[in-house]
């Protein structure tokens, strides 16, 4: 049957019918809904692990005891996941291992634009990359299949424009296929220096035929057309490059690692002029120069942000449009906040008041780094909020640490923070640590995480309780309090920070798009009482608008969670009927 | 068969990706090959939001660039302006007349761009304005602004109205199907009952 479907759900739909029984994952944008749609399948096991490292230990142990597992994350993901990855690739697998890995060129919503191929190179393990919906179905099946060949992982390289566009597949049905009898075979899969030095070479003969293969493989071809440009592409790039240059022949690589040296070879000497469009890094470019071959690439084209098939014609080929020039140039600009409702703004209302230097983190409260707040100093990776706090402590000593707080999600929390909280008790830091607790992974979209009680397929489980796991690794000033009660987590803060023993602080309300948090009724100003005196406006709420000589609040967003009344002296932000519905 | 390029440009949560849902359903219907780019993630948090929606006999890349666009269909007027440029000239621009101010307007750092519509109008040749938040409040909640844009967009498509009502049912909760009939509805009789003084 023809569906339209999400490059996300086609990589399931993929797995599914490779017939797949494992599926781990971290959520990350732009690879979430990957599991979420695996999750829909009963036939499938699937779960939402605390990080990705795990998550890929958890795929490798399912593939290595046989089943076909499928694991996926976002680009930064593949990084914490760095350490499994590479040893994966001498052990080799036994049922079909598949990771999915989605970069993020542009940063749509990532802390960096890394480019994943350089992990199937350092890792010598072959990747995929598909151009569509269609193709991210086929070359998942076609993944486990090259897997279990050839004795590896395999990986599956996606792209934001990718995994978050719609087109064209036709299913098929789900294979059954058996999980694989487990046999012990410790020269294989425990990897001591004996047994790592002898995997190494196999992991070297294995390379060496999959650049054969690259070759003679159906996923990596010529499509002859004009015979004066020759095109070298894949995934995105690859669709963006057949727009701009509509008329030359292409080499397109359907399997981008290990690179096919013959085809190439044989494009080269066939056209007048060869380019290479690739995003982001010169991966390819770099391999065809080392064969001694002349090729146009990043020299025309940025190594940083997207591609699109405008900047291609532009920069390589004849640029006919015309464009209907900007009226109006100083557009402001609408940069994402954090929801009417959300739980994050007392917090960081508060930080900002206190004036605290905040190591922060990943999640929609990195929001806070932005104006009104600008409550946030430092924002690296997943975790590093709670172990910066405590460097920021052992190099500036007691006077910065004082006005020093490390914030981070529940998710993110669990994800990597709690490693940095022991490093602060083992030490005998003295941070303060706020967690966030929104009862659910926001920033992706409302997953659920260890801390939640529920699975990913909305199974009730048992939830860490992040007071108890705080107090067990040593903490012993733990304060639970709720962000939108500005007054006393303004005091608990203060205290917190000073106290000359490490803390945390758990700030508890649920996410305001949470079914549960249905709040009841908006707001409206009260002109007989409102003084405007404009102190609303500072928790930054997009439904409080100034009019220039009153304040109003706009229907269309507000959700009656009425923390604005909490800054008003005057009595004149009162909650009235309903939202409108 | 040209391709058509749609855009539905708007503010995080107005609804963009349920309205490209529709427009891809109708279009595979009809047997177009469709290529649709949406946005999840951080800039849904109340940011700009861009949807492109392709159609034709072939669709190869899933964005739309500046210059491409033969419709750009824009739920709050700032965003309207802010994509003008993607429009072709001679392409077709509809325009919600909701305006949401974003952050820098409203903590004062920027002011709300004036005189949008007019803008609109004297740069394009082609602009329906309406003010679909009335029509969704009418048709019974403000959730269906988006399905009253897309019931605008509809009346001038090549495809039949069945097809729209029957893809609005594919895409929308049960619950909320009558609204969304009604909200496409007066949607797609807006421009014959208004007749040609809204296009200019
Ligand atoms: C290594 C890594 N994995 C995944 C992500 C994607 N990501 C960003 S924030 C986030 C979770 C945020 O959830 P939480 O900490 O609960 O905060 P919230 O967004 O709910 O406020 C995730 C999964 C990432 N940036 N880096």
Sequence with gaps: MKQLMLGNEAVARGAYEAGVTVASAYPGTPSTEVTEYI?????????????????????????????????????????????????????????????????????????????????????????????????????????????????????????????????????????????????????????????????????????????????????????????????????????????????????????????????IKELAREVKKLYVVEELEPFFENQIKALGLEVIGKDRLPVTGELSPGLIRENMNQDEREIIESPQDDIPARPPVMCPGCPHRGAFYVLDQLDLTVTGDIGCYTLGALPPAEAMDTCLCMGGSVSMAHGVEQAAGPDLADKTIGVIGDSTFIHSGITGLIDIVYNQGTSTVMILDNSITGMTGHQENPATGYTIKGEPTSSVDLKKLAEAVGIKRVSVVDPFELEELRQIVSREVKADEASVIIAQRPCALLEEMEYSGIMKVDFDRCTYCRRCMEIGCPAIVDRGDRITINRALCVGCALCTEMCSFDALKKVGDSGE | MNNINIMIVGVGGQGSILASKVIGSVALQNSFDIKMSEVHGMSQRGGSVVTSVKLGEKVHAPIIDRGEADIILAFEQLEALRWIEHLQPGGKMVVNTQKIEPVPVIIGDAEYTENVLEMLKENLQDVVVINALEKALQAGSKKVVNVVMLGVMASFLPFDRADWLQAVKENVPRDYLNKNTAAFDSGFNYVSQKGAEINC
């Design chain 1, 39 to 263: 999750a829909e399948y009963d036939e499938i096991y699937s779960e939402w692990a605390p990080n990705e490292k795990v998550a890929l230990e958890m795929a490798v142990g399912s593939a290595v005891a046989g089943a076909r597992t499928i694991c996926t994350m976002k680009h930064v993901g593949l990084n914490v996941a760095a350490d499994p990855l590479f040893t994966s690739s001498y052990t080799g697998i036994n049922g079909g291992l598949v990771i999915v890995v989605a970069d993020d060129p542009g940063l749509h919503s990532s802390q960096n634009e890394q480019d994943s191929r350089h992990y199937a190179r350092a890792a010598k393990i072959p990747m995929l990359s598909p151009v569509d919906s269609a193709e991210c179905r086929s070359m998942v099946k076609e993944g486990f299949r090259i897997s279990e060949e050839f004795d590896t992982p395999v990986l599956v390289r996606l792209s934001t424009r990718i995994s978050h566009s719609r087109s064209v597949v036709e299913t098929g049905e789900r294979k059954k296929v058996r999980v694989k009898e487990y046999e012990k075979d410790f020269q294989k899969y425990v990897m001591m220096p004996a047994m790592g030095r002898k995997r190494h070479v196999v992991v070297e003969e294995r390379l060496d035929e999959l650049r054969g293969f690259s070759s003679s493989t159906e996923l990596n071809y010529i499509d002859w057309q004009n015979r004066n440009t020759g095109v070298v592409s894949s995934g995105i790039a690859y669709q963006y490059a057949r727009e701009a240059f509509p008329e030359a022949s292409f080499l397109k690589l359907g399997l981008v690692f290990p690179f096919p040296e013959a085809l």
